[in-house]
């Protein structure tokens, strides 16, 4: 196996989560998000429209998927805004992962509905799959076991201080972006937010 990101094993990773939903109807998604324990949810960041959180079935290590606070099944359902700001903390997560784990490259990407290998279709979220040089080999062993609770624990402790971070840098409302201490990444939001109109 060369190929780390092969959609269709999402669905085999996930499957007993998606029939879980399935039986009861709901959203893994919407139950964390609504939920008050963000560290035994694994939830790294918490913004205005999206948040972040790892998968706990991870293909590899630093899995993280960003998630728009609307359950909704793809972008048809999220307004321009919400969805300037789901690429923002995705942009925003890759560099975390990178400063803080240092990958060699990055798979990111979403699985639209069941036949893509989404195992929730209906709440979208870009996943976010750090890689290294030689990874599949490792992935190719752990692929169907559940990642040892011990290691998603460490990833997260080791991620949670740049997440804290950034929600330190985060305006309170969208009106305060303006002003002296805008980053090139605000820029670029900005720029992004005038092109969608
Ligand atoms: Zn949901």
Known sequence: MDRLWAPWRMRYILKNK???????GGCFLCDALGADNDRKNYIL????????????????NGH?????????????GLSSEE??????????????????????GFNVGINI?????????????I????R???????????????VFPEMLDETYERLKPYFEKLRSQEPVASSQES????????????SQKAGNR
């Open 127 to 130: 996943q976010i799959v750090p």
């Open 83 to 104: 969805q300037v700001d789901l690429m923002k903390f995705t942009q925003a997560s890759i560099n975390i992962v990178k400063e803080a784990m240092e990958p060699q």
């Open 45 to 60: 960041f918490r913004g205005r429209h999206s948040w972040v959180v790892m998968n706990i079935f991870p293909y590899n």
């Open 18 to 24: 998606e029939n879980r939903q399935r039986k009861k």
């Open 64 to 76: 993280l998927l960003v998630v728009p606070n609307s359950h909704v099944p793809d972008f048809n």
């Open 132 to 146: 290294w040089t030689g990874d599949s080999s490792y992935i190719s062993v752990f692929h169907d076991t559940r």
């Open 113 to 125: 509905d069941a036949a893509a290998g989404a195992g929730l279709p209906v709440h979208m979220h």
């Open 179 to 190: 002003g002296d201490k805008i980053s090139r990444q605000d820029q670029r939001t900005r």
